[in-house]
């Protein structure tokens, strides 16, 4: 739900005070592709509301918050304290109208789960100040900047954030990319109010509830060499190698565990809209068999970091899933003090576009694919081929189709029907045109289901449709 427009902004008493597919793909041979959501729907949100929001702004503050998209500042973001500051124009010198516009361009990326935590991040850093923390600390010290024009049809960047929190989102013709992305928090949960606030008790949850699913021979394959006293591709390190991938891999996993690995992952991909974490989500599972999780230092849920004692460290590593989520002692409080990153391998900054127009002509549901009888250009054929990642599933779980439309244009609908009704529909884009990528059902009743892939074509290219594959779901 999106929050209303003119709601303030969380601050404390003593505190400073302030008036989105080409998804991630994977071919058989373990090519990985661009990873990115189709967002259209969101595309349009993020762009309504940063209009709206630069209407509220003067000409010199709009020149402060707004780059040229191909600027280097573009991946100079930091989670630690403000300090000197960050791009863009500080909330803090900002109306309250204009607060309440700046977060409406943040809302309009993220879900409920992810507008609440970033409310409750930007709370504890004005409780940290008024905390002993002082004035480099506080709700009014997160920034937003816009890399070029936001535009439905164009390419954009929107980033925003401060102390624990770095929002790196990129929007390109209706898709949309989502990291880097930094969350942490100190301290882990504090009372103010008669409020209690526990931002990242999902991650917390989720992290040692596959931790503790573990027996004890699968805790020692999935043991990461080393020691970590923070995330490893944090803030200034783009340009390093990502370490190689450690732990057990996630396909030797039960079913039961590789849901909790699922669930996991969802508690930084379901920060953003639906539109958006469903393929992320969906790219993500079917890469399992190439995946894994690993832990370091400790597998206490109050390991802290404390003195020469390095706190728990967790990873979820895969072709283009990065997470870390790592334990650390708390600077202004004493405590836990809890830093993770997530990062896509294959697109940080940057979302693949839709080249060509697409068709909006419905498939039937009869599943016949459309074909293009225009006489004022060659036609050409497609292939469309589908799998399901598992033939039978339990009751609550989502089934993931892997899918590859082989057209001589990167244009055109591709469409999910189960048992004849359209469920899912993507764009094919150049980034998937030829490749392998993956689709995230809905929950299914128990029983059979028939599921089809279906691409419509487009001008000058038949459409096709992949055979009928049979799912099962039990209770």
Same mark, same amino acid.
């Given at each position: ?114 507008? %609440? ?8 850093? %004005?409780?940290? %100040? ?71 008790? !999902? ?11 573990? %027996? ?240 419509? !074509? ?18």
């Amino acid at each position: 739900m999106t929050r209303p427009l003119a709601r303030a902004l969380p601050v404390l008493a003593s505190a400073v005070v302030l008036g989105v597919t080409a998804v991630a793909a994977f071919a058989a041979t373990g090519t990985t592709a661009t990873t990115s959501a189709s967002a259209s729907t969101t595309t349009a949100a993020v762009v309504s509301a940063a209009e709206a929001f630069l209407d509220t702004l003067t000409t010199s503050q709009q020149e402060t918050v707004l780059y040229d998209y191909s600027s280097s500042e573009r991946s100079a973001w930091s989670n630690l304290p403000v300090g000197s500051g960050r791009n863009g124009i500080k909330l803090g010198d900002l109306s309250t109208t204009q607060q309440a516009a700046a977060m409406a361009v943040v809302d309009a990326m993220l879900s409920e789960q992810g507008q %609440s935590q970033v409310d409750q991040i930007m709370t504890a850093d %004005s409780y940290l %100040s008024s905390s002993g923390g002082g004035t480099g600390y506080g709700s009014g010290l997160y920034y937003l900047a816009l890399f070029g024009t936001p535009t439905a049809t164009g390419q954009f960047g929107v980033q925003f954030g401060g102390h624990h929190l770095a929002i790196n989102a990129d929007f390109n013709d209706g898709n949309a990319a989502i990291t880097p992305d930094f969350v942490g928090v100190e301290p882990q949960t504090w009372t103010a109010d008669g409020t209690t606030y526990t931002p990242m008790n !999902g991650e917390k949850t989720a992290v040692f509830a596959v931790l503790d699913s573990l %027996s004890t021979t699968e805790q020692s394959a999935a043991k990461i060499s080393g020691t970590f006293t923070d995330v490893v591709k944090g803030a200034g390190t783009d340009a390093q190698d990502y370490p190689t991938d450690q732990g057990i891999l996630v396909s030797s996993l039960s079913d039961d565990q590789q849901a909790l690995v699922t669930t996991a992952i969802e508690q930084w991909v379901g920060d953003f809209t639906d539109e958006i974490s469903e393929d992320y989500l969906a790219a993500y599972e079917a890469d399992y068999d190439q995946t894994y999780l690993g832990w370091g230092n400790t597998t206490s849920s109050t390991g802290t970091g404390t003195g020469t004692t390095s706190g728990t460290y967790f990873r979820i590593s895969g072709p283009a899933v990065w997470i870390e989520y790592v334990h650390q002692a708390g600077v202004v409080l004493s405590g836990l003090h809890i830093h993770t990153i997530f990062r896509d391998k294959t697109s940080d900054y940057t979302a693949t576009s839709t080249t060509t127009s697409v068709s909006t002509t419905d498939v039937s549901t009869t599943d016949v694919p459309t074909t293009d009888t225009s006489t004022d250009s060659v036609t050409q054929t497609s292939t469309t081929t589908a799998s399901l990642k598992k033939k039978r599933l339990q009751r609550g779980r989502h089934a993931v189709v892997r899918i590859q439309v082989t057209s001589a244009v990167a244009a055109g609908r591709v469409q999910v029907l189960v048992d004849g009704d359209v469920v899912r529909t993507r764009q094919l884009t150049a980034a998937r045109a030829g490749q392998t990528w993956a689709v995230r059902l809905p929950k299914l009743a128990v029983g059979r289901h028939r599921v089809r892939v279906v691409y419509e !074509g487009t001008t000058g290219v038949t459409g096709s449709a992949s055979s009928v594959l049979r799912l099962r779901v039990i209770r």
